[in-house]
């Protein structure tokens, strides 16, 4: 059972930057894509950005520019930069990772909050 950690999350005023991390118990190599969701209130948990086995990435429309997701194989950790950050960021963000035979794990959440 692999487990998660997020951490990096926090209050922060608009324009500025944050920097997430996932600590994964085990091997990230082991999982087909790793991949950062986050949830407002009163929102869905949606996708925003992931990273896949190959190294390849992909974002949601609305961080697409201004998030970065990046991993540490050695460390076992994943990133997640955030710069330019608005108010409509604000959300708990979780980590994700994925294997086709082993499904989905979920860390614990980390609260972002953006004030204007």
């Known amino acids: 059972q692999v487990q998660l950690v997020e951490s990096g999350g926090g209050l922060v005023q608009a324009g500025g930057s944050l920097r997430l991390s996932c600590a994964a118990s085990?091997?990230?190599?082991?999982?087909?894509?790793m991949g950062w969701y986050r949830q407002a209130p009163g929102k869905q948990r949606e996708l925003i950005a992931a990273i896949f086995t190959g190294g390849n990435t992909n974002y949601a429309d609305s961080v697409k520019g201004r998030f970065t997701i990046s991993r540490d194989i050695a460390k076992n950790t994943v990133y997640l930069q955030m710069n330019n950050l608005k108010p409509e960021d604000t959300a708990v963000y979780y980590c994700?990772?994925?294997?086709?035979?082993?499904?989905?794990?979920w860390g614990q959440g980390t609260q972002v909050t953006v004030s204007s």
């Open positions: 085990g091997s990230i190599s082991s999982f087909n894509s």
């Open positions: 994700n990772a994925y294997a086709f035979f082993k499904g989905n794990y």
